[in-house]
Structure formats: structure tokens, C-alpha cells
């Protein structure tokens, strides 16, 4: 654990190294990021039964895809594009300054120093993805990573400082005290990555030292079955995204809105989806765990309330199995029907393995559900009607949108991922994500013609400055 003094000491020693170096070439970036490709590949295992043991189960598979090849696929993404990226912009000059030899250009140039609060659900991906980008813009960075999960932490603290020196990166461990006094440094960007109420905290301290932040929170992420539907295929691939990590996904399907004749049949086809891929939950390696028992009560709490509020509760239990007598937190799918906005289902990022289900005679009763509450972190429509999925999306505003599917547009690695209002401020991803870290420098080189004095700009006024006026306008 490092106190304030120590992380500004941190800082400071970044600062100095990032402004004695100034410029750096594009190969050092190229180099840094090579570096945490080869943290991450020679030390998957290791990572990967970190997450595991402070899950107290989560596949190695799954940790795989998720948390190393993704980031490993995204820090290779960025090479191939950092030239491009990192160009100077040509800009307009207007008339009659650009026929005299005036030019304009933005510059993407580092900010400095950026801060990265990193969450428990994707300890290593939500980490070294966003650094990876960090360092494509050509900056330092010093990562708090979760304390929920505290062995991946220690871990991830390590190898950083087998393949970085501090003055280019550092992780830092501790807890709440820590978190609060890291976001309360004056870095040159902060990314925070977590809940909308933890990141309203990370925002207010922040905007102490005029630090600009991206925050990528989270929210109720619908999720909208049209009639055109193929219902059997939508309910596996919600199925998925909603039990993968037992939910615990920013992006996971947080309710589902469907054809109020056809109810029955999407919870069907979420039912079977997600029995066929895990039949048995409480010793299958394959479903993760809830984090904490915190967390684990909090699912049984919203449950336990939806329930006592007059909604049906539909457990997904496949094998039977007896979840009263273990410790393990497993906890399987649970879907509501009947729920109402009194309750705490509907109220909360559920964050975990629970599934309300709300119905529409007309998908308008949908789009102003989803428009009357926050704008979520992302939308999901189901159907091959093209009229209606353009009038879903065009008549809601979310953080991003997958057809067909879910989650899956945080996956695609030039696409910007982001919220919108209270699911988040800023991006990152695609070229978005490159500009977030960057400075746009505007850079104008003047003529030698004294353009001040031929347009009348230079006092005294008089007569020629009213016609230059009188010609602008």
C-alpha cells in the first residue's frame, strides 16, 4: 500500500522522465507495447490462476480469451495502426491566407502521465488494455488495480516491474484509502473503469486538479427481441453473454424486452441455451464463481426482494443441484418475470447471474422504457426487420450497439467503446481511443505576407478596417 505522498512521488518521477525525453520516437512506444505482449504470453498461467484462485473459480479458458488474447490481439492492433494514428492532420487554411503560403495542422502529441483504475471483473484486460494505448499515444502510466482481487493485483505489480522501469509504469496494490488517494492525483488523463457511483467519486476528485477523465461504467444494458426474431438462436447468444463470468460484465444483458405473446418461447430459448452449455454449475470449472460474498449476497438479496414483490423467480438448474449447502458462491441463472420498477432488479446493474424479463405489445413500449431511464453502456436488438432495428436504434442513445448478438461490439478492436451520460464519459478502442490519450495540437504557420496590416486588423482603425468588415461578413 502507498500513501498520497508516495503516488505523488511516483508521479512526479514519471513527469520529470516524460518531459527530459520529449520527443520520444514512435520505436519506443512500438517497444513498450511489445513488452506487455511478452508480460502477457509468458505469463498467461500465471495470471490466469491468479484470477482463479480470487474468483475462488473461473475457467482458464475463459480467463484466456478474455483477459490475455484479447489484450494480446488489441497491443497488436495498435501497432499495425500507431503510424497512421500518430500522423499530423493537414487542416483547411481559409481564403486568401491559404493562397499565400499560410498552413494548419493538429498534431496528436502525449498528454503525460495517465492514471488507470482498473475493476475486479477483467482484472487483466480493463489493466493492460487501455495501457496499451496509453503507451500507442506515447505517454507513462501508473494502474490501481481492484483489491477484490488481490492475488492477480500482487501479481500483476510483479511482472510490471520485471519488464518496466517505474519512470514508464507502475502498479500500485491497496485498498479503498489507496483508490481515493490515487484519484486524487494530478495526472494528465485518468481512466476509471467501474460503477456509475464509484465513478461519479473518481470524477469529483479528479476534477480537483482539472484532470480529464474516461470513465467507462456501466448501467441496465437492454436487451430488445423483435418479432422477426429467430428466438432458439437470440436465447443461446444471450444465454452466453449473460452467464459468461456469471454476469459480472459491464456489458452483460442486464434485462430483456420481448413480445408479450411470446414470452414463454425467449425464456425457453435462454433456458435451453444455458443448460446445453453448462449442465451441471456447482463442480463445472467452465461457470465462475461470484467475486465475494458481498457481492454473492447482494445477487440473493435482489432476488430474495424481486420475489417478496410478486415476481415469478425461474431458477435455471439443469442437474438439480443443491446451492443452500455450499460455499462455493455459484449461483445459477435466475430469471423474473412480472417485475416492476419498485424493485431492486430493476433499479440496479444487476453485475451477476439474475435475468428480468419485461414484455411490449408494441416494441415502442420498449424504446420508451429505455428512453425514460439512463442511457446504458449497450444496446442489444434481436430481428431481421431492418425497419424496426433502425427504429430502435435511431430512437434510443446507448454506449454502443450489437445486432444480433451481444457484448460482442467491445470485442471489435477499431470500433470506440464507451458510455454516454451516466454509462460513461469518453472512449477507447479504434482511433477514438488513440485521440482520448493524445493532445490535438494546433499548429498554424503564418505567411510572410502581414496579413495583420493588409486586413485591417492593426490600429488605428479607420476606413479599411470597415471595409474588411463589411467583406467578412
Request: glycine share 8%; proline share 6%; with cysteine.
Amino acid at each position: 500500500m502507498a500513501d498520497k505522498a508516495e503516488l505523488q512521488a511516483i508521479l512526479d518521477t514519471q513527469r520529470a522522465a516524460f518531459t527530459a525525453s520529449r520527443p520520444e520516437p514512435l520505436a519506443l512506444r512500438r517497444d513498450r507495447i511489445k513488452r506487455v505482449i511478452a508480460l502477457l504470453t509468458d505469463h498467461s498461467q500465471v495470471l490466469c490462476d491468479a484470477m482463479s484462485e480470487d474468483f475462488g473459480n473461473r475457467s482458464p479458458q475463459q480467463s484466456m480469451i478474455t483477459d490475455i488474447v484479447g489484450t494480446v490481439n488489441f497491443a497488436k492492433y495498435c501497432l499495425k495502426n500507431l503510424d497512421k494514428w500518430a500522423k499530423a492532420d493537414k487542416r483547411h487554411i481559409q481564403f486568401p491566407l491559404n493562397l499565400m503560403g499560410s498552413k494548419g495542422e493538429v498534431r496528436y502529441e502525449p498528454k503525460g502521465v495517465v492514471g488507470i483504475l482498473s475493476p475486479w471483473n477483467f482484472p487483466v484486460n480493463l489493466s493492460f488494455g487501455p495501457l496499451v494505448q496509453v503507451f500507442a499515444a506515447g505517454n507513462r502510466s501508473m494502474i490501481k488495480p481492484s483489491e477484490f482481487t488481490e492475488t492477480t493485483s500482487e501479481a500483476m505489480r510483479q511482472l510490471v516491474e520485471e519488464y518496466f522501469a517505474p519512470e514508464e509504469l507502475v502498479v500500485v496494490t491497496g485498498g479503498p484509502e489507496t483508490a481515493l488517494a490515487f484519484s486524487s492525483l494530478p495526472f494528465d488523463h485518468l481512466v476509471f473503469t467501474g460503477s456509475t457511483e464509484t465513478g461519479r467519486k473518481v470524477m469529483q476528485a479528479a476534477a480537483e486538479n482539472l484532470v480529464p477523465v474516461t470513465l467507462e461504467l456501466g448501467g441496465k444494458s437492454p436487451v430488445v427481441l423483435g418479432r422477426s426474431a429467430d428466438f432458439a438462436k437470440a436465447g443461446e447468444r444471450i444465454a452466453m453473454g449473460k452467464m459468461m463470468n456469471a454476469g459480472q460484465i459491464c456489458l452483460a444483458p442486464d434485462y430483456m424486452y420481448v413480445p408479450e405473446d411470446r414470452q414463454d418461447e425467449a425464456i425457453d430459448g435462454v433456458r435451453k441455451a444455458a443448460s446445453a452449455m453448462y449442465p451441471t454449475l456447482l463442480d463445472n470449472d467452465d461457470y465462475a464463481s461470484v467475486v465475494t460474498d458481498r457481492h454473492f449476497d447482494r445477487l440473493q438479496g435482489m432476488v430474495a426482494d424481486a420475489r417478496e414483490k410478486g415476481a415469478e423467480v425461474i431458477e435455471v438448474n439443469p442437474a438439480g443441484e443443491d446451492f443452500s449447502n455450499t460455499n462455493a458462491r455459484k449461483m445459477p441463472l435466475t430469471m423474473l418475470t412480472g417485475v416492476t420498477d419498485e424493485m431492486q432488479a430493476m433499479q440496479e446493474e444487476i453485475f451477476g447471474p439474475v435475468l428480468p424479463v419485461k414484455t411490449y405489445r408494441e416494441v415502442d413500449e420498449a424504446v420508451d422504457y429505455i428512453n425514460a431511464n439512463d442511457r446504458p453502456l449497450g444496446l442489444y436488438y434481436f430481428g431481421s426487420d431492418e425497419g424496426e432495428r433502425e427504429h430502435v436504434l435511431g430512437r434510443t442513445i446507448s454506449g454502443g450497439v450489437t445486432v444480433n448478438d451481444v457484448v460482442f461490439h467491445v470485442s471489435m478492436d477499431d470500433l470506440p467503446f464507451g458510455g454516454v451520460g451516466p454509462s460513461g464519459i469518453g472512449s477507447y478502442h479504434g482511433p477514438e481511443g488513440f485521440k482520448e490519450f493524445s493532445h490535438a495540437r494546433a499548429v498554424y504557420h503564418q505567411t510572410k505576407v502581414d496579413v495583420a496590416g493588409l486586413a485591417g486588423l492593426k490600429p488605428p482603425y479607420g476606413e479599411k478596417t470597415d471595409k474588411a468588415i463589411k467583406r467578412q461578413l
